[in-house]
């Protein structure tokens, strides 16, 4: 064999320095993990937005439009009653799962910080952790949005019942 083919012999590298990089690499999972739960967030509270403005605009069309008299008014009436059912059964869920979400995502985030913390001086980055400002403020619409969207339907549903039970004009 040539010596231009021999490759040096693999030194090991030493234990701390093995615990670095297996460090570097876990923070990179629990970062990759972080970003996986906001992105969720983000998916389902598009989601909830888009199909509920589907449904208020169903609603607000069906709405004016009921008439007992026509064909078909049994059907209507029935859409009527369920959709406020319907948007908020959806609100309740997809607060639900972004409520798990956003706890999840709490605990990645402080297992990331307690690693960030074992690393060397000169590794560490600042990253926004789970009891910072930036964190709460930020999720403030995930915590809002849905509880609003159920309360608008319960209004809704509401107006139904007392316009339902009230003596025509």
Not at 81 to 94: D, F, I, Q, T
Not at 119 to 145: C, D, F, K, M, T
């Amino acid at each position: 064999m040539d010596r231009q083919d021999q490759q040096p012999p693999m030194i090991p590298p030493s234990f701390a320095e093995a615990d670095i990089v297996h460090g570097l690499i876990q923070l990179g999972r629990l970062t990759d993990a972080v970003r996986a739960e906001l992105d969720l967030i983000g998916m389902r509270l598009t989601w909830l937005v888009i199909s509920e403005s589907f449904l208020f605009s169903a609603f607000a069309v069906s709405v004016p439009t009921y008439d007992s008299s026509r064909n078909l008014s049994g059907v209507l009436l029935y859409i009527l009653w369920a959709m406020p059912v319907v948007g908020m059964l959806l609100a309740g869920c997809v607060y639900v799962a972004i409520l798990a979400a956003l706890r999840a995502g709490k605990r990645l985030i402080e297992q990331r910080d307690q690693m960030m913390e074992r690393l060397p001086e000169h590794l560490r980055v600042s990253l926004i952790s789970a009891q910072s400002r930036e964190y709460w403020w930020g999720n403030v619409p995930p915590r809002v949005i849905p509880p609003i969207i159920f309360l608008l339907w319960l209004g809704g549903l509401i107006g139904l019942i007392f316009s339902y039970h009230a003596p025509a004009a």
